[in-house]
């Protein structure tokens, strides 16, 4: 998470901020139609290795874990289950029935601003097929319904097309460019990408 993003921050009242918070330290489940997701656990690191290494999944995602080893993937989910605690972050796996690691989900949530984030991504066998589109479309719908958001902001590289076009077509703007760090602390541009739920309740009329 940058601490550049959300661009649009407007606070809203401590009990709303609360409620949110409650709301994040609750999320067990998501929706989506590839296989159940729920939080990651410490005895899921060396799934989520092995999904991560593959460079079709992490090439385009500056928040994976760098260097890419089992113990930093290891703090990497400690991090979220804190984060969760706190109301702030969540870490989701969906996995297939041999316990392999098919897509993962990563929220971050600024409760103050009623603002959220999602990041993640699919197996490589199950990319652009559209499965990558209709998650990330009943997630977003779940992000303002079920967690009471305002905002959701969204980086993404700026030659990850995939994205690009998802977001576009589902109403997010881009908002700017902004240097991304990752967890290394080397850089890599990104495209900034906001919607705001006035927007999607809109698009859904
Ligand atoms: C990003 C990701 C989750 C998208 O899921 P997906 O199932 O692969 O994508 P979809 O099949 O739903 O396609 C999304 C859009 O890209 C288009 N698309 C799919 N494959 C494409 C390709 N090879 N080239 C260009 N466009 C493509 C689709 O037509 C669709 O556009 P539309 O919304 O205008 O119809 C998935 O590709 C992924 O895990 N990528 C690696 C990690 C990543 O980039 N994560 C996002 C970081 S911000």
Redesign the pocket.
């Known amino acids: 998470m940058a601490d550049e993003i959300p661009l649009t921050r407007n606070a809203v009242p401590e009990a709303r901020a609360e409620a949110i918070r409650a709301a994040v330290r609750a999320i067990s489940a998501l929706p989506g139609d590839t296989a159940p997701a729920s939080p990651a656990r410490p005895e899921d690191a060396p799934a989520l290795l092995a999904f991560f290494s593959d460079p ?6 500056y928040s994976i874990p760098r260097p890419l080893t089992l113990e930093n993937v290891a703090a990497y989910i400690r991090g979220h289950q804190a984060g969760q605690a706190d109301g702030v972050s969540a870490l989701l796996l969906r996995k297939d029935e041999a316990g392999e690691v098919i ?1 993962y989900s990563e929220f971050h949530f600024w409760p103050q601003w009623a603002a959220g984030e999602l ?6 066998r ?11 479309l009943a997630t977003f719908d779940w992000m303002f319904e079920a967690l009471d958001l305002d905002l959701i902001c ?4 700026l030659d ?4 690009a ?2 977001l ?3 109403g997010f703007q881009k908002k700017g460019e902004l240097l991304s760090t990752r967890p290394d602390g080397t850089t890599r541009p990104s495209i900034v990408w906001e919607l705001t739920r006035e927007d999607w309740r809109a698009r859904e009329s």
């Open positions: 079709a999944v992490s090439a385009p995602i897509g990041g993640g991504a699919l197996h490589p199950l990319q652009s097929q559209g499965a990558g589109g209709r998650g990330a969204e980086t993404s590289a990850n097309v995939r994205t076009k998802l576009e077509r589902i």
